[in-house]
């Protein structure tokens, strides 16, 4: 008698993830302005999730906003030149 192994629930994507999935989908249809558009609602899920964990620490409004908006300045620039790079990297394969 063989034992077949247990099968792992998978949970349901998070927001993140789901929107991640639609903007792959979006780039590889040429759907690019979708995409941006749809990839602009995924950094402002991100920004406000840093908002809330900055006022976690923080306890002040002000201050966790002036944080978040510290650390979406310092880490915009590379994000964007990376996905730059991997979109112009893919783009042939795209076609």
Known sequence: MSRTPPRLATAPL???????????????SGARAA?????AELVLLQQRLALRIAYQYLRD???ADA???RCSNRAE???VSATRSILEFYEP???
């Open 14 to 28: 998070s927001a993140e993830s789901a929107l991640a999935a639609d903007i792959r989908a979006l780039v590889a």
């Open 35 to 39: 995409a941006r558009e749809r990839f």
């Open 61 to 63: 409004m002000h201050d």
């Open 67 to 69: 944080a978040r908006a």
């Open 77 to 79: 620039a590379p994000l």
């Open 93 to 95: 394969c795209l076609r």
